[in-house]
């Protein structure tokens, strides 16, 4: 069974840090690209970073540019996001997601694997 399980939120000031982890298993992503998400209540689920299998490329929404960071460790089959900077609008559920490293990696659609999400306060 293929899971991909996120850590790592919780409740921050604003102008704090957090750390987020996404473990996969149940199969090699090596060769996937994964992405962050994230979707706050009454909001669509957007895009965040991606990062494709070997770390040559990334991309990051406008409003994260500069503050978060996107990682991989194909290793132990984990993807991270640091977040730093954090302000209320950031408040979200977070997900990471895996697709085939083809298309857009800034659409939600193409992303075949999805973790639960894990909640992400920052309080002003």
């Known amino acids: 069974q293929v899971q991909l399980v996120e850590s790592g939120g919780g409740l921050v000031q604003a102008g704090g840090s957090l750390r987020l982890s996404c473990a996969a298993s149940?199969?090699?992503f090596s060769w996937y690209t994964k992405g962050w998400f994230r979707q706050a209540p009454g909001k669509e689920r957007?895009?965040?970073?991606?990062?494709?299998?070997?770390?040559?490329?990334?991309a990051y929404a406008d409003s994260v540019k500069g503050r978060f960071t996107i990682s991989r460790d194909n290793a132990k089959n984990s993807v991270y996001l640091q977040m730093n900077s954090l302000n209320p609008e950031d408040t979200a559920v977070y997900y990471c997601?895996?697709?085939?490293?083809?298309?857009?990696?800034?659409?939600?659609?193409?992303?075949?694997?999805w973790g639960q999400g894990t909640q992400v306060t920052v309080s002003s």
């Open positions: 997601a895996a697709r085939a490293p083809t298309g857009s990696a800034a659409t939600v659609a193409g992303y075949d694997y």
């Open positions: 957007e895009f965040v970073a991606a990062i494709d299998w070997n770390g040559g490329s990334i």
């Open positions: 149940g199969r090699s």
